[in-house]
């Protein structure tokens, strides 16, 4: 089956091609055909389009918003296949927030298309954008072409209760429908069924802690290859140290400097998603990459890199309790893919946990999948490169297969 997904972020559209194997074939369950990325919409569009492993072809276009840019991939694709009719089986498409309603991949209907509209007050970045993807997709290729929604929620539908649920007062958790719901799902949900083939070992046997770091940051405890505990919250906001957003912090800060500041509510919420974090500590960048530049003679950058490596320690740590011990720690997004010394940094020390990185691998490990320790280590660690597009196609496979 011939399965395209698109992937949307606030201002960009991700897409691949991908084949998926029938159930029981031999071989890879997954080939990318095409992939490709259309950036900065609104403002200064291009898109990069590659087939296979081939060299991506860059154009700038003129993109007001994500309705152009599914015309723009469908047309590329329709246009661009040797000449010959694209053929297409059905469209995946990675929605950020499933709210307590879609706990699992579903394929879309007018009524689900009207649920994630109600859905977007809960994620108003990112659901909007996910939403119109969705209806310009329908409209441009029919009501007959099967469309599946995967959630980066979803995979997080196993945490349990008495983990997801927040200590205030209960009357307002049923509410408001406030909890846990954790996000990068489809990521985590990846670097499970990633380390299963590459250990090959069961998925339900599969437990882990992931270091999903990327611009936006999570860390996750998978057990029997489910999400037990995560650190992404009711919004991205909570958990780790990012690259704009200050993470886990005291909630009467919130209050305090509305006072203090004279910001209303939402000033202080903009404040703590768009000035914090990386960028906020240093007072330079968001980017990893120019702070671990800067770090050997700026003190700020220093320190913004040793409060995020900090904190990530803290929860493989945390984590560590909570699973009782684990088989890996993986690593992955832009700063887990790329970069060894922020790697080092926060194995650093973790001797007593078995978890140990062998320098050479460490160092050599760039943008590529494999083992960071030493083959002995009591607690391997690895880096795995998400491919969320690979989840996504699966699920829409293993969707439709049973609608027929
Ligand atoms: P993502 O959101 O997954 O694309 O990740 C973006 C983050 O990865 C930014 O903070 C980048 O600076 C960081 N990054 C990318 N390459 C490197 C690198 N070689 N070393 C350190 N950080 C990197």
């Not at 984590?319 to 700063?335: D, E």
């Not at 491919?387 to 439709?400: G, H, N, P, S």
Request: aromatic share 6%; with cysteine; proline share 4%.
């Amino acid at each position: 089956m011939k399965v395209l997904v698109f992937n949307c972020g606030s201002s960009t559209l991700k897409f691949q091609l991908v084949e998926v194997s029938p159930l029981g074939a031999a071989g890879p369950k997954t080939r990318s055909l095409a992939r490709g990325l259309v950036d900065r919409i609104g403002e200064n569009a291009t898109c990069s389009f590659a087939r296979g492993g081939g060299e991506p072809h860059r154009e700038p276009v003129a993109i007001d918003d994500h309705e152009q840019a599914v015309e723009e991939v469908l047309g590329w694709l329709a246009r661009g296949w040797d000449g010959a009719q694209m053929e297409l089986d059905a469209v995946g498409h990675r929605v950020v927030h499933g709210g307590d309603r879609f706990r699992t991949s579903v394929l879309i209907d007018d009524e689900v298309v009207a649920a994630l509209d109600e859905l977007s007050a809960l994620a108003p970045l990112h659901n909007p954008a996910c939403v119109s993807a969705i209806r310009a997709a329908r409209e441009t290729l029919g009501a007959s072409m099967p469309m599946v929604a995967a959630f980066d929620t979803s995979f997080h539908h196993t945490v349990p209760d008495h983990a997801a649920t927040y200590a205030i007062p209960y009357e307002l958790v049923l509410r408001h429908k406030i909890r846990r719901y954790g996000f990068h799902g489809l990521a985590h949900r990846y670097l499970a069924l990633r380390y299963a083939e590459l250990t090959q070992r069961p998925e339900d046997e599969v437990d882990i802690i992931t270091l999903h770091l990327g611009n936006g940051c999570s860390a996750t405890a998978i057990r029997g290859g489910r999400s037990v505990e995560t650190s992404m919250g009711f919004t991205p906001l909570e958990g780790l140290v990012m690259g704009t957003r200050s993470g886990d912090l005291d909630p009467a800060i919130i209050g305090f400097l509305s006072r203090k500041e004279r910001l209303s509510v939402a000033e202080v919420e903009a404040l703590l998603n768009e000035r914090s974090g990386l960028l906020g500590v240093s007072g330079r960048s968001k980017d990893m990459r120019e702070l671990l530049q800067r770090a050997p003679s700026d003190a700020r950058s220093r320190l913004a890199v040793e409060i995020f490596c900090h904190r990530a320690r803290k929860y493989v740590g945390a984590y560590l309790a909570v699973l009782g011990g684990a088989n890996a720690l993986i690593f992955s997004g832009g700063i887990g893919e790329n970069s060894p010394e922020v790697r080092a940094q926060i194995c650093a020390g973790m001797d007593w946990c078995g978890l140990r990185l062998d320098p050479e691998l460490n160092q050599s490990r760039i943008g590529t999948e494999g083992l960071i320790s030493p083959a002995t280590a009591k607690l391997p660690a690895y880096v795995i490169p998400v491919d969320e597009e690979r989840v996504i196609a699966l699920e829409t496979e293993r969707l439709v297969v049973e609608s027929r």
